[in-house]
């Protein structure tokens, strides 16, 4: 076995050795892996999306940690890969795509949307995880209000492996949180238009018309975040023809 040429004759071959080492968890042969990382340029001669199939298996590993050297020698620094963190944190992370990949950026310093873009990756990831990247960053949300703000950027499906993931790449508190999460998601509490109990032809047969619809749809579902017992029908019709009361006493 010669990695030297064995690597030379295929330059993926590289990234697949750290793949090999996190899927079966073991530690790369002191040989092998001088000369993974010696060699390690010639992987900009690799087409994007070979090299993000290998990354994406490697992430989702049972010990993705085994190939810190990958990242931390800056082999894949030509992504925007040269972690500046010590990346053990991976393994204990929710072995979701999605997530993985917003902490690996994380620990690299580089939002996931030119990375994504650099590896010809798929919208789906280069959105959830430069939305869950931007979560990472951010104080957590302190009331239930807030959570529910954030759900437009960050769908509440991923918030369990977004609090996860700071508790792991943090050690932070996430208790309070999720006690949040828990209590939006225990009573339905609504946070988008389509779960308001009433829908634009409610509007219409009010006497609302084209835009005007539409804004009044965004005012409810910002009364309904911050009082979401008050998603009643018959409660934000009543708000709907008290405003409408309002606006005719003005004019």
Sequence with gaps: WDPAL???????R?????RFAAQLDFSIE??????????????????AERIF?????????????NAAELFTSGAL??????????????DALPNVREVRFAALCALCSREPAPVCAALKADNHLAKTAGALYEMLLRPLPASDAEMKRRFAKLPPEYWEHLLSARAA??????????????????NAEPWKLSMLAVGGADLQR???RGPEIGRTLEALLRHVVQNPADNQ????????????AEDKSRN
């Design 6 to 12: 064995r690597f030379s004759e295929d330059a993926l």
């Design 14 to 18: 590289i990234l697949r050795a750290f």
């Design 30 to 47: 002191p040989q092998t892996l001088e000369t993974a990382l010696r060699l390690a340029p010639s992987l900009r001669k690799i087409s």
């Design 53 to 65: 199939s290998e990354l994406v298996r490697l992430l989702c590993s049972k010990a993705p940690s």
């Design 77 to 90: 620094g030509f992504l925007g890969l040269a972690a500046r963190a010590d990346v053990s944190a991976l």
């Design 169 to 186: 790449l943090f050690a932070e508190d996430v208790s309070a949180a999720r006690g949040i999460l828990q209590k939006i998601a225990a």
């Design 206 to 208: 009010l006497g609302l």
């Design 233 to 244: 029908r018959e409660i934000l019709l009543g708000l709907i023809k008290g405003h409408k």
